[in-house]
């Protein structure tokens, strides 16, 4: 069976590895000290190399990729430690939004939305509880929105007539309370609070079904961060002298270095699987690679001594990113919890 990406997807890969091309950790720094934590300018180069549009379908001006073109994007933003949210900001609001009015400032980049999803006390819970929807106004708050920082709008769930239901905000309203703060990753999450805002909806999306669909891009993210990670550390290893010889000729590095290649390995043959059967359980492969991915980003950061925790290497801001993912609507035993449910 052939694994090799086909042109089209070489090309989505060549795109990322472009646009992210000098991005140190300085680069990512500056980044994240912007309002919001996304630099606008970079964000709208994103959208023109269609990267966002990507995660549209043709009938709303997208590109309508499939699964494995998109996991290929993810991948390689991971590899490249691109420090742009494009599943949280890109890939869901393209998602969502289908249909409506607001999708084709997403995708062009002049709109950027977050969705507000998670409650205080629900960490995990996609069923809106604390929001209320009324009369085509919001009440209640949301926490851990990621990019609402910077979002232009939010997508909302909320529960009305005891079901949840999706909702459009405009984030610069005056009814909307947001409260910015930084998470693991260096990102800008907000804390958002609804004083009967005007609200547009309800979305025709299925948020169970993209939401499943972002688990598989989170892994894919997180497999691309993996393997930089190893290849990062692999390097180093060959370079880092102790006791006058490289420590990568100690044999019992030789073997964590072995582990953490078998571990790469079996994560990236976690995403065909999911690539090659659409009915594979996405909630269990996040959670294999997550716990994967930590493994190999702690190998990582030991190998490297005091400096794979500090701000100036790329190995402890990419352990911080799959620390986020991995936890990102479920950590790894909700997850295994989902499936087990599923079965």
């Known amino acids: 069976m052939n694994f090799d990406l086909d042109e089209n997807q070489e090309l989505f890969k060549a795109a990322v590895e472009r646009f992210c091309q000098g991005q140190d950790v300085a680069a990512r720094r500056a980044a994240r000290a912007?309002?919001?934590?996304?630099?606008?300018?970079?964000?709208k180069e994103?959208?023109?190399?269609?990267?966002i549009g990507l995660a549209a379908g043709e009938d709303d001006g997208g590109m309508g990729g499939s699964h494995g073109d998109l996991a290929v994007v993810a991948q390689a933003l991971g590899h490249a430690q691109a420090v742009?949210?494009?599943?949280?900001?890109?890939?869901?609001?393209?998602?969502?939004?289908a249909g409506s009015s607001h999708l084709e400032g997403v995708i062009a980049?002049?709109?950027?939305?977050?969705?507000?999803?998670?409650?205080?006390?629900?960490?995990?819970?996609?069923?809106?509880?604390?929001?209320?929807?009324?009369?085509?106004?919001?009440?209640?708050?949301k926490q851990f929105v990621l990019g609402g920082g910077a979002a232009d709008v939010f997508v909302v769930t909320a529960e009305e007539d005891?079901?949840?239901?999706?909702?459009?905000?405009?984030?610069?309203?005056?009814?909307?309370?947001?409260?910015?703060?930084?998470?693991?990753?260096?990102?800008?999450?907000?804390?958002?609070?609804?004083?009967?805002?005007?609200?547009?909806?309800?979305?025709a999306a299925d948020l169970h079904a993209v939401i499943n669909e972002a688990r598989l891009m989170a892994a894919a993210e997180m497999v691309g961060l993996a393997q930089r990670l190893f290849a990062d550390t692999l390097?180093?290893?060959k370079t880092?002298?102790?006791?006058?010889?490289?420590?990568?000729?100690?044999?019992?590095?030789?073997?964590?270095?072995?582990?953490?290649?078998?571990?790469?390995?079996?994560?990236?043959?976690?995403?065909?699987?999911?690539?090659?059967?659409p009915a594979a359980p996405m909630a269990a492969i996040k959670a294999h690679v997550a716990e994967n991915a930590i493994w190999v980003a702690h190998?990582?950061?030991?190998?490297?001594?005091?400096?794979?925790?500090?701000?100036?290497?790329g190995i402890g801001h990419g352990l911080k990113r799959i620390v986020l993912l991995s936890k990102l609507f479920g950590d790894p035993a909700s997850d295994i919890l989902d499936y087990a449910r599923a079965a």
Request: charged share 20%.
């Open 34 to 43: 912007l309002p919001g934590g996304i630099d606008r300018a970079r964000w």
């Open 46 to 51: 994103l959208a023109e190399l269609g990267l």
């Open 84 to 97: 742009e949210p494009w599943l949280e900001c890109g890939f869901l609001p393209a998602r969502l939004l």
């Open 109 to 141: 980049g002049d709109t950027i939305a977050a969705l507000a999803f998670a409650e205080p006390g629900r960490r995990f819970v996609l069923d809106a509880q604390g929001v209320k929807a009324k009369g085509g106004k919001l009440s209640g708050t």
């Open 162 to 203: 005891g079901k949840t239901a999706l909702y459009v905000v405009d984030a610069k309203a005056p009814e909307v309370e947001v409260r910015p703060y930084p998470v693991a990753d260096g990102g800008v999450a907000a804390i958002v609070t609804f004083h009967d805002a005007s609200a547009e909806g309800p979305l």
């Open 235 to 237: 390097e180093y290893i």
């Open 240 to 277: 880092r002298e102790q006791f006058g010889q490289p420590i990568g000729r100690f044999q019992v590095l030789q073997h964590r270095m072995v582990d953490a290649y078998a571990r790469v390995e079996s994560v990236q043959s976690a995403i065909l699987r999911a690539l090659l059967q």
């Open 299 to 313: 190998q990582a950061v030991q190998l490297h001594g005091g400096m794979g925790m500090s701000d100036e290497l």
